[in-house]
T-cell receptor
Framework: KAGVTQTPRYLIKTRGQQVTLSCSPI?????VSWYQQTPGQGLQFLFE???????NKGNFPGRFSGRQFSNSRSEMNVSTLELGDSALYLC??????????????FGPGTRLLVL | GQQLNQSPQSMFIQEGEDVSMNCTSS?????WLWYKQDPGEGPVLLIA?????ELTSNGRLTAQFGTTRKDSFLNISASIPSDVGIYFC????????????FGTGTRLKVLA
């Protein structure tokens, strides 16, 4: 079974631009969660999508948004990029029961550099 | 955001040594996940624990779900150079639905 895939793997943007990242979950998984990872803040939860609906949200500004398609693929968008948005963006997929025994599987990440 | 506390933060060990690390929380968890992350890659799931007191192995790795449900431990036996990386623990926190919070990570370096 194929794992979680993320595209692109690397991205360089300038301040003020916007960016869209894509994540394809493991086949059969209906939940996709997005995380931002930086050296200073560690892994921070952005949001979770399940059945095309945002089910949970972290403490990030509205510039960070996402969506999920009917095939469970998800995209994350960051508008008006800031230098501090430079990070590794990870998505994780799970079956999506929403319970406390879900197991999440991560993709390889997209490394975003904002200049 | 909220994070779990992992210790040690980093460690250098000699190849062949055993390694122990732990993860603690002020809250009770019903699941503990342990991941390993190589530089520039996503975390890879090593072991999942679902029951207090549970002891689970995956090759040279053994993890335990603490009996208080507020901590978990990961041991690596006979370390090898490819064990280098950052080890994260994670647990689900309820906030409408469950979302995972992650530990601060333990960076392991193995000296050949």
């Amino acid at each position: 079974k194929a794992g979680v895939t993320q595209t692109p793997r690397y991205l360089i943007k300038t301040r003020g631009q916007q960016v869209t990242l894509s994540c394809s979950p493991i086949s059969g998984h209906r939940s996709v969660s997005w995380y931002q990872q930086t050296p200073g803040q560690g892994l921070q939860f952005l949001f979770e999508y399940f059945s095309e609906t945002q089910r949970n949200k972290g403490n990030f500004p509205g510039r960070f948004s996402g969506r999920q398609f009917s095939n469970s693929r998800s995209e994350m968008n960051v508008s008006t990029l800031e230098l501090g948005d430079s990070a590794l963006y990870l998505c994780a997929s799970s079956l999506g029961s929403g319970g406390n025994q879900e197991t999440q599987y991560f993709g390889p990440g997209t490394r975003l550099l904002v200049l | 955001g909220q994070q779990l506390n992992q210790s040690p933060q980093s460690m250098f060990i000699q190849e062949g040594e055993d390694v122990s690390m732990n993860c603690t929380s002020s809250s009770i968890f019903n699941t503990w996940l342990w991941y390993k992350q190589d530089p520039g890659e996503g975390p890879v799931l090593l072991i999942a624990l679902y029951k207090a007191g549970e002891l689970t192995s995956n090759g040279r790795l053994t993890a335990q779900f603490g009996t208080t449900r507020k901590d978990s431990f990961l041991n690596i036996s006979a370390s090898i150079p490819s064990d280098v990386g950052i080890y994260f623990c994670a647990g689900p926190r309820f906030s409408g639905t469950y979302k995972y919070i992650f530990g601060t990570g333990t960076r392991l370096k193995v000296l050949a």
